[in-house]
């Protein structure tokens, strides 16, 4: 849960406005903001799909993966876009991964984003969270990094009027879904963002054009889209994407990486050769015998458990009871504020299994 957010903006989170150099302060190119006001819902009705990538080695080893989903959803009242984008894998058998969720609006602005990252290494884990939200005219953001059994938080705002054009974690991926579609991305596309300072750097998008790739046993037309994120701190990162027609991502890799997020097969090689036969499991005995005795196991298993637990009704009559006193808007933020508390007698999470090679 994440830590209440100063109303003031600090001193770090203007060194971020600024220039490094200069004293300039750093904003979107006037082709990026044309580009997201000029977003039509026609073609946000096309963006709304789920993705499956694999994450495999140099040598096509299975590591993971790569999932995206954009629906549509209401935040506080407000109909939004809803993205979640979610890795996980393992490197040198240490599970690891990384998820986004994101509300933004239909000109791909943030209303607000929760991101995750960790690598479980033994003896030396790293799990890192930032949470924004757009609150009374200000982005309120609140980070917790955790490296082994030292915790650091931070928190910065910015005000929104200097964040046209920004472009996150979460975001950006529904960009570049609206470019593979137009199959054009125009010069000077420059955005904001932040760096893992929670600086505002600047993120740029360019067309890599089209060329052919493998996905299963057909060769198939990908349009090609670049992303490169610059830091106050760090080199710059850049990642490659490749799409097909109908935005669906067949490739995404961080250059100088030796991991790739690849497509397996195309949707229509999925369903060559199947003939869909409805399943009407109340008619089979056999099914409905099974479907029956796992109902009967899984209810007597969660009844032991809240016996176990009483402290679990407690919790929960507490909240809502406290919930329905208070009648929030963002029944959300109420949420993170009221749990907030607990979040220091929260036991260690377990260690995850790693993927099967």
């Given amino acids: 849960m994440e830590a209440p957010l100063e109303d003031e903006t600090p001193a770090g989170a203007l060194a971020g406005i600024e220039g490094l150099d200069l004293g300039v302060e750093l904003k979107a190119s006037d082709e990026a903001l044309t580009l997201m006001s000029s977003v039509e819902p026609a073609e946000l009705l096309k963006c709304v799909f789920p993705d499956s990538l694999v994450t495999v080695s140099e040598g096509g080893r299975d590591l993971g993966k ?37 509300y933004l609006t239909t000109e791909l602005e943030v209303l607000e984003e929760d991101y995750h990252e960790y690598v479980k290494l033994e003896g030396h884990s790293l799990d890192r969270r930032c949470h924004m939200v757009q609150h009374d005219g200000q982005m309120l953001i609140d980070k917790v990094t955790t490296v082994g059994e030292e915790t650091t938080m931070e928190s910065v705002s910015y005000p929104m009027s200097a964040l046209n054009g920004l472009v996150t974690e979460g975001s950006n991926l529904l960009l570049m879904r609206l470019l593979a579609l137009r199959k054009k991305v125009p010069e000077h596309m420059t955005f904001i963002s932040f760096d893992q300072g929670l600086h505002i750097i600047h993120t740029t998008f360019s067309e890599l054009g089209l060329k052919q790739l493998q996905v299963g046993d057909e060769t198939v037309e ?76 899984l209810k007597a298993d969660h009844a032991l458990y809240l016996r176990q637990h009483p402290e679990i009704r407690a919790l929960i009559s507490d909240f809502l009871q406290f919930l329905l006193l208070r009648k929030p808007n963002d029944v959300f933020q109420f949420a993170r504020e009221y749990f907030f508390p607990f979040e220091s007698h929260r036991p260690p999470e377990p260690s995850l299994n790693a993927p099967s090679p």
């Fill in 222 to 297: 990908v349009f090609g889209v670049e992303r490169v994120v610059h830091s106050v701190e760090e080199s710059p990162t850049t990642w490659q994407c490749y799409f097909l027609a109908d935005g669906h991502m067949a490739s995404r890799v961080q250059v100088g990486s030796p991991v790739t997020m690849r497509l397996l097969q195309l949707q229509s090689q999925l369903e060559k050769g199947f003939e869909k036969i409805p399943l009407v499991w109340e008619e089979d005995m056999q099914m409905c015998s099974k479907f029956l005795d796992r109902k009967e196991e």
């Fill in 66 to 102: 790569f999932s995206v989903t954009v629906e549509f959803a209401r935040r506080v009242q407000r109909p939004c876009l809803l993205l979640h984008a979610q890795s996980q894998g393992a490197i040198d058998d240490s599970p690891c991964g990384t998820s986004v969720t994101a």
